[in-house]
């Protein structure tokens, strides 16, 4: 019995400790590692949705246009847990694009696409994949320009499913739960536009007047 | 405690038991990250981080530890130093949380860390657990940089750690970037080492 308690102590006492130690570590990490993810994933992502659609980018103007992206983003509360995060790409030419992000469930945990809206056409102007923790060179696979183009062009009523589903999408051979995960984080983002289109519009606007005075 | 038991317990983690060679433990790590130098150096300085505050952690409670549950001690011990090591590359070496990925978690169950846990830490006084962690530990380094940088040089054409982006051959030898490569040039190494340092027999 004693031994069954001293057993029981050692481990629980240091589980405790360890628990505590890392729950300290977390808050001093939290917000620096967050700030990475947004500047070396986040960002490039909706980069890559801006380059997509045929917009060409010097290699010495992207980091200014990852600035610009990073400075314009806006907030949006919409009853969930935290505000969503909104970008607004514009080019000359094309109609402006509201990019926000959505989250799957991948093979390996929650996989983030950034998912963008042409305001015009209501149709999805193209994806960018960002955090994730699928398998390396497999599940990893659906980072590939041959699978996000897919998304590209798709209106707000298509079938955001692989075609295992009954969707339209080509799943990634070998990494049918990653891709899954890709479209379901996508349909996702679809039906958030669809419920709060007004307020992501009206966010978007409000930014922008402030941004002009 | 002499001194020089000290230094025989750190020295002897840098080649007459280094790591990946002659223990043949870590692998995995060893061959998966090592596609260039600077990840074989980044996974080696995060193992040290690990097994020299485990290996001290661990000595310091060794009469604490109940035999029954040393295990479960010594990994719930390993993965909270694991986890604060993910949690600073995140925060403060982004690029290199990217690369070594999955890596990182991996530490846990790298079993040169728990290896030093059983066979020596719990035996043995802080001083001398750290000392062999961190010899453990560089020797470990030093055989991931090496690794790292003879599959750069020659399977990429590059080595970054060293000379940044400059490119020595055109057409490298690509096979050495990829798995079985890292296969063929731990095993040239290991030969190499058996021939300088003479038969493994004692």
């Avoid at chain 1, 240091?14 to 960002?43: C, E, M, P, Y």
């Avoid at chain 1, 290699?59 to 509360?77: S, T």
């Avoid at chain 2, 051959?169 to 731990?186: N, S, T």
Wanted: hydrophobic content about 50%; proline content about 3%.
């Amino acid at each position: 019995m004693k031994k069954t308690l001293h057993m029981f102590v050692a481990l629980a006492g240091i589980a405790l400790a360890s628990g505590l130690a890392l729950g300290g570590l977390h808050q001093v990490t939290a917000q620096r590692a967050a700030d990475n993810i947004l500047r070396f994933k986040k960002v490039p992502a909706v980069v890559s949705i801006y380059q997509g659609r045929g917009q060409a980018l010097a290699a010495d103007q992207l980091a200014a246009f990852e600035d610009q992206v990073l400075q314009g983003r806006r907030q949006v509360d919409l009853g969930e847990e935290s505000p969503l995060s909104l970008f607004l790409i514009e080019a000359a030419g094309s109609s402006p694009v509201v990019v926000f992000e959505a989250f799957g469930q991948g093979f390996g945990g929650d996989l983030g696409v950034m998912v963008g809206f042409d305001l015009a056409s209501e149709k999805l102007a193209g994806i960018g994949i960002t955090t994730m923790s699928e398998t390396p060179g497999l599940g990893t696979r659906v980072r590939e320009t041959r699978f996000t183009k897919q998304f590209v062009g798709l209106g707000q009523d298509a079938a955001f499913q692989v075609k295992k589903d009954g969707g339209v999408i080509d799943g990634v051979t070998g990494a049918t739960v990653s891709s899954r995960a890709v479209a379901q984080a996508v349909d996702r983002a679809r039906k958030l536009f669809q419920a709060h289109r007004q307020a992501i519009v009206a966010a978007i606007n409000s930014g922008q007047e402030k941004a002009s005075p | 405690m002499s001194a020089s038991r000290l230094v025989k317990e750190f020295s002897k983690g840098l080649w007459r038991e280094i790591p990946p060679f002659r223990l043949v433990l870590g692998l995995c790590p060893a061959l998966a990250v090592t596609t260039t130098a600077e990840n074989g150096l980044g996974m080696g300085i995060s193992a040290t981080f690990v097994l020299v505050c485990s290996n001290g952690l661990i000595s310091l409670l060794r009469k604490v530890i109940p035999n029954e549950v040393r295990v479960a001690c010594y990994i719930v011990i390993i993965a909270t130093f694991v986890v604060c090591v993910e949690m600073i590359t995140k925060a403060y070496f982004f690029e290199l949380s990217e690369s070594l990925g999955l890596f990182i978690p991996l530490i846990v169950v790298n079993c040169i860390i728990l290896g030093r846990a059983e066979a020596f830490a719990k035996k043995n006084g802080v001083l001398l657990s750290r000392a062999d962690g961190l010899g453990m530990g560089l020797g470990f380094t030093l055989a991931l940089t090496g690794l790292g940088a003879i599959r750069e040089f020659f399977g990429a054409g590059t080595l970054g750690l060293v000379f940044g982006e400059q490119v020595f051959f055109d057409q490298p030898f690509a096979f050495l970037q990829q798995a079985p490569g890292a296969f063929v040039a731990l095993g040239l190494l290991l030969g190499l080492m058996n021939l300088v340092g003479g038969s493994r027999g004692r």
